[in-house]
């Protein structure tokens, strides 16, 4: 939606990705994935699916590197502001993590992991915001910790109409004891119920909050709404960074047609020619609130309530893809149209 408002190709990315699945026979997937353009990233990825004979605990690894040419240096107005250099990396990181799964189950899921991360700016990005990493740094590096627990009792994931959702997240950036150059430690949780109200009506209802700790927060951690799913319809041009924030969404939609299929011979491939589809019709509320105590002057969305509403079209399709068209306003008395290719809630 951004991107739409100036359709500058500078910022367009492309790869790709190799599984290499079932690797040593054991349903291990070894990937390797590569990114060019405006955001370059080359990762790796080994997942061992079962470390035991009751196969309920597995194993991830996993490496990245990136650069770019563009970073977003503060919020101003909740607008990004970038600094861009076309002949140097204006910013680079890279790390790698180790992954321990535990399955509960077939709804619960518990995640452990310990990652080691660096990254870098360049001089100009320091001086323009001392606080980018803190005190005026350039370099940093440090340990993380994460922790993550769900409990997903969902029909379907990418396009729920009935059951619940429940995750917990904490993340410990930098440890003290380490001499790491950051200590972050942050919270988030995440609640969402759907019902099914009549034959073609549906409900869905979903909380988001987060909270960190630290009375300091570097920028480049200094994270609210805006980013991500975390995000108020509406409010798709703006970002309001904080220490904590609330974020509530309702949804009623109506099933204008339920899930029909369709065969299209002239694809040869069995797996792709039968081709679902449904469309369903929504009206929705969402409010939020951000706790900026630290970078809120000259940004007027933070620390107070925010609400919008609107209604859209939702088209779903196979391999759980989803096109949200949607028309909301927000508090601000601003409206538009907007795109999104995930699961309202």
Known sequence: ????????????????????????????????????????????YYNIPYLNKKQNAGLTISYSYSRNHQV??????????YYKDENFFARTDYGGSVQYIYRQGLYETHAAEVGYRTAAIEDTVALLNTDYFGDGMKNIRYFTFRY????????????????????????????????????????????????????????????????????????????GLGYGKDFLRGYEYYVIDGKQYGLLKTNVKFALLKQHSVHAGFIPLTKFNTIPYAFYI??????????DPLYKT???????????????????TYYDIVFRFEYSINKLGESGFFLHFTAPI
């Open 148 to 223: 993550f627990f769900k409990s997903d009792h969902r029909d379907l994931v990418a396009y729920p109409l009935k059951g619940r959702y429940f995750d917990f997240e904490f993340n410990q950036r930098g440890f003290g004891f380490l001499k790491d150059d950051i200590q972050n430690s942050s919270v988030t949780t995440r609640l969402k119920k759907h019902w099914k109200l009549s034959n073609r009506f549906y409900y869905a209802a979903g909380f988001t909050g987060m909270y960190i700790v630290n009375k300091y927060t570097p920028y480049f951690l200094y994270r």
């Open 1 to 44: 939606n951004v991107w739409w408002e100036n359709k500058d190709l500078n910022r367009i990315v492309y790869g790709g990705i190799l599984n290499w699945n079932n690797f040593r026979g054991r349903n291990e997937v070894l990937a390797a994935s590569l990114r060019l353009g405006y955001t370059q990233r080359l990762s790796f």
């Open 72 to 81: 977003g240096y503060q919020t101003f107005g909740n607008k990004t502001k």
């Open 298 to 316: 000259g940004n007027p969305l933070a620390n107070s309530w925010l609400f919008s509403y609107g209604t859209g079209l939702d088209f779903v």
């Open 282 to 291: 929504n009206l929705y509320g969402d409010a939020g609130y951000v706790n």
